[in-house]
């Protein structure tokens, strides 16, 4: 069994920066692509970032250049610094890992910003 363990969310005012961490624990030989989602209240879950197992990095359009995803593959955990954040940045950012055969998801973790 893989658990996933989020952490860092909280309530920051717009323009401000959270820094989010996903670590990955349990029965794990190797990770895939590891990955940030969130969804909103309402709306459907949609992907912020992945970074595949060799550092390639991939960002919706409403957040490049202003987040950035990061992993420590000897750690098997992931990051996601999210910078300038916006009140519609608002919502629950779920932690993914692609593992051989399956996708792993995290708790989740609200990430709210006041306007």
């Known amino acids: 069994q893989v658990q996933l363990v989020e952490s860092g969310g909280g309530l920051v005012q717009a323009g401000g920066s959270l820094r989010l961490s996903c670590a990955a624990s349990?029965?794990?030989?190797?990770?895939?692509?590891m990955g940030w989602y969130r969804q909103a209240p309402g709306k459907q879950r949609e992907l912020v970032a992945a970074?595949?197992?060799?550092?390639?990095?991939n960002y919706a359009d409403s957040v490049k250049g202003r987040f950035i995803i990061s992993r420590d593959n000897a750690k098997n955990t992931v990051y996601l610094q999210m910078n300038s954040l916006k009140p519609e940045d608002t919502a629950v950012y779920y932690c993914?890992?692609?593992?051989?055969?399956?996708?792993?998801w995290g708790q989740g973790t609200q990430v709210t910003v006041s306007s």
């Open positions: 349990g029965r794990i030989f190797s990770i895939n692509a």
């Open positions: 993914a890992a692609d593992l051989p055969g399956r996708r792993y």
């Open positions: 970074i595949t197992s060799g550092g390639i990095t």
